[in-house]
């Protein structure tokens, strides 16, 4: 295997089912009802997959959803900031972490 | 300039050709009563656009001359359109757009004029404005994204703001102001290889944008994916996004976007004299229903029912909510 990661393996993400059907139809069938036009619209909704895609660093949700993104009409500079709110959060929450080792510091230090 | 090629690329042969694509869903694809002549004056352009399926551009010399214009109208008498489509190139820039104006408003209770806008942002073509303002000619003009990196790398370096510039021209004038009669609307194409926005919704999207950010209102917004021709099809193929793109469109192929298809009830008309049946067979060069007729020959009406030509491009029009 040349690589663990392949653009044509996201077609096959339905192959799942394969060892779990019932488990896999639940999946998808709860999955298309989140990003189906609700509260939110299908472009605010993809917006937030690109943003959580890149918390999560998944390569296939960043193909997938980079496109979605496009093709529900959101333009990069939109794009650029949904991951920077990524990015905000997940420095952040390292960053508020300081917190504790201040808490942890002060105990144990004169 | 090539041609595109008139078959698949080999790597997708895994999709097959729209005419089979068509028969599979028990489709035809045949000609309706033809109500809208779309006049294209000629390939020369001020700008160079990377989506453009005509590779239309400065350096194009194709230009329609008034006595062909003459023809078309003299044709156009002897059949009732409802709307008159003037195209390009930047049609603003035909040496004699301001007769041809003025010859085809009388012929149709709908003038269409399409613009890329910076045409009309050049100093002389105040009184041209003042024409299609007098002539209530409906203004669709080219508007791809409300990001200025992507509009600006589709249609070239300033094109965004002096789009901006020239939107609130046409608003001071009347056009897109909803109380005035005068119509303006915009055509967005997406920026690169992926397909259009659901149309009603970008269009929600813009107005709110563009009536904040600038003060610019319009009547509508058309959403359109881009047609694999021309120099967009060069970029796919140099870019390498050609199979990819190609199978999306084919793969979103919607049975029934075909009735409404603009080519069923649409003619286009090349600087020449020459009938096609959409702009985009007119790239390729795929004549009004597989044969070469010069308006000249015609008497009247576009007989319906006939055969439309078509080529896998069409997939574009029919992916999706498709291209009407």
């Known amino acids: 295997m040349e690589t663990y990661y392949k653009p044509e393996d996201l077609p096959k993400f339905d192959q799942i089912g394969q060892e779990a059907p019932d488990l896999a139809k639940k999946f998808f069938e709860y999955y298309n009802a989140v990003f189906a036009e609700g509260e939110l619209t299908e472009r605010e909704k993809a917006l937030i997959a690109l943003a959580v895609a890149h918390a999560v660093q998944c390569p296939y949700c960043i193909d997938a959803y980079t496109q979605t993104c496009l093709e529900k009409g959101s333009n990069m500079g939109e794009m650029t900031e949904a991951i920077h709110v990524a990015t905000a959060i997940r420095g952040g929450a390292s960053l508020v972490h300081g917190v504790q080792m201040r808490n942890l510091s002060e105990k144990v230090c004169l | 300039m090539s041609k595109p090629s008139e078959t698949l690329p080999e790597m997708i042969k895994d999709i097959q050709s729209f005419a089979a694509t068509l028969s599979q869903h028990n489709l035809k694809l045949t000609r309706d009563v033809t109500r809208t002549l779309q006049i294209n004056v000629g390939l020369y352009c001020n700008q160079t656009c990377r989506h453009c399926h005509l590779h239309a551009g400065p350096n194009r010399t194709e230009s329609m001359l008034f006595e062909t214009a003459e023809k078309i109208a003299h044709w156009a008498r002897t059949v009732p359109f409802e709307a008159i489509d003037i195209t390009g190139g930047a049609p603003e820039l035909n040496p004699d757009i301001k007769r041809i104006v003025k010859l085809f408003y009388p012929l149709t209770p709908q003038l269409i004029f399409r613009s890329n806008l910076s045409a009309l942002a050049q100093t002389d073509q105040e009184e041209l404005l003042l024409l299609l303002k007098s002539v ?110 190609l199978k999306k469109l084919a793969y979103s192929f919607n049975p029934a976007a075909v009735a409404g298809v603009m080519c069923r009830s649409l003619v286009s008309i090349d600087w020449n004299g020459y009938l096609f049946d959409c702009d985009f067979n007119l790239s390729r060069m795929l004549p009004l229903g597989g044969e070469k007729i010069h308006v000249s020959e015609l008497k009247g009406p576009l007989s319906a029912d006939t055969p439309i030509a078509t080529a896998d491009h069409c997939f574009a029009c029919t992916a999706g909510a498709g291209f009407t």
Not at chain 2, 182 to 197: I, Q, T, W
Not at chain 2, 218 to 243: A, D, K, Q, Y
């Open chain 2, 136 to 245: 209530n000619a409906a203004i669709v003009a080219s508007f791809p994204s409300l990001n200025e990196s992507q509009a600006d790398s589709q249609r070239g370096v300033g094109i965004y703001k002096t789009s901006v510039n020239v939107l609130q021209k046409l608003n001071a004038h009347g056009f897109g102001r909803l109380d005035s009669g005068l119509v303006l609307n915009l055509v967005s194409n997406p920026a690169g290889a992926f397909l259009s926005p659901d149309q009603t919704q970008a269009e929600h999207r813009f107005r709110q944008v563009m009536k904040k950010k600038w003060g610019i209102t319009f009547n509508h917004l058309f959403s359109f994916s881009n047609v694999p021709l021309g120099r967009f099809r060069r970029w796919l193929e140099t870019s390498g996004n050609l199979p990819t793109y």
